[in-house]
């Protein structure tokens, strides 16, 4: 009774594990996050079923839409932004613009002793460790809806500094990926032209136009 327990706790749990996708926390241990995998199920959860009262009458769906832009930007298009970097990123990016052949691309969060406080780091890449630190290859933040300006890589380097205070890996040729869906303003630009740590990421990049 007991083994058949078991395999009926198994069957449980192993539809939720098709829904829910665990991420490691690249710069913390034993704190990871769980997002959800299947897209039309995120989008139920983040726009359908906050308002389903709305969408249960006919005809009112396109109000219903209309009020949900900031949640679908925020909630489901950002996120699988997020993960269309990290994929690239994996699988798609030059090694030569990274700096080495990324062996893990994940996200995490960074500890900030002196505010108190955490910075979210969404694309975080992962060298081969042949030494006794793994190199810090790149860190990334994506941004759908954003122009990307000088404050977006100012914030990159203060994590940047964090990190190779923690210790944790080699960010000796740790460069800053700005992932932007709308683009640039030309401080980032020239940023970028003056620091080749810096790499803008636009989409014809991400899709491979360029």
């Excluded at 706790?9 to 098709?18: D, E, G, T």
């Excluded at 893990?104 to 500890?111: D, K, L, M, S, W």
């Excluded at 500094?161 to 640039?184: E, H, K, P, V």
């Amino acid at each position: 009774m007991r083994q058949l327990g078991r395999h009926h706790r198994l069957r449980r749990v192993q539809p939720v594990r098709c829904l829910l996708h665990r991420d490691a926390d690249a710069f913390r241990d034993n704190r990871p996050t769980y997002r959800i995998a299947e897209p039309l199920i995120g989008f139920y959860h983040a726009i359908m079923r906050p308002v389903w009262d709305q969408l249960e009458r006919p005809g009112s769906a396109t109000r219903v839409w209309q009020a949900s832009q900031r949640r679908f930007v925020s909630n489901v298009l950002g996120p699988h932004f997020e993960q269309v970097c990290r994929d690239w990123a994996l699988h798609h990016a030059d090694p030569e613009l990274l700096g080495g052949l990324p062996a893990r691309v994940g996200q995490g969060v960074v500890h900030d002793p002196k505010a108190r406080t955490g910075h979210e780091v969404d694309v975080a890449v992962v060298g081969i460790a042949d030494g006794a630190k793994p190199p810090l290859l790149a860190i990334g933040e994506a941004k759908w809806n954003d122009t990307m300006g000088a404050a977006h890589i100012e914030r990159l380097r203060h994590i940047r500094d964090l990190i190779t205070l923690a210790g944790r890996y080699d960010t000796t040729n740790t460069q800053l990926l700005c992932f932007s869906g709308a683009g640039f303003n030309d401080k980032a630009h020239a940023a970028a032209a003056a620091d080749p740590d810096i790499r803008l990421i636009d989409l014809a990049t991400l899709y491979g136009q360029v």
